[in-house]
Nanobody, 118 residues
Framework: QIQVVESGGGLVQPGGSLRLSCVAS????????????MSWYRQAPGKEREFVAS????????RYADSVKGRFTISRDNARSTVYLQMDRLTPDDTAVYYC???????WGQGTQVTVSS
């Protein structure tokens, strides 16, 4: 069973930065973290979960939601089985629970809360 654990959330003032981390483990059948594309999603109170960013496994191609483009950066360290989300120039609209997603196995983490408020 794949385990996905996010960390790094917290309370930050508008204009501030946070870096989220996500460690995935428990891969089987010869597959490892490096075989899978990874994504971040978020869900704000009263709203549906939405795509934030993704990164492919081999060529490290990235894709971003328009709302975060130019402010967020996704990256990964395959040796550490970790994907990161660097979030800069945060606004209150970025307040949400952020989830890490392993594509392929369709495995979700439990989420980490990000609150942007003065």
């Amino acid at each position: 069973q794949i385990q996905v654990v996010e960390s790094g959330g917290g309370l930050v003032q508008p204009g501030g930065s946070l870096r989220l981390s996500c460690v995935a483990s428990g891969f089987t059948h010869g597959y490892t973290f490096r075989h899978y594309d990874m994504s971040w999603y978020r869900q704000a109170p009263g709203k549906e979960r939405e795509f934030v960013a993704s990164i492919t496994n081999v060529y490290l191609d990235t894709r971003y939601a328009d709302s975060v483009k130019g402010r967020f950066t996704i990256s990964r360290d395959n040796a550490r089985s970790t994907v990161y989300l660097q979030m800069d120039r945060l606004t209150p609209d970025d307040t949400a629970v952020y989830y890490c997603f392993v594509q392929g196995p369709a495995a979700w983490g439990q989420g980490t809360q990000v609150t942007v408020s003065s």
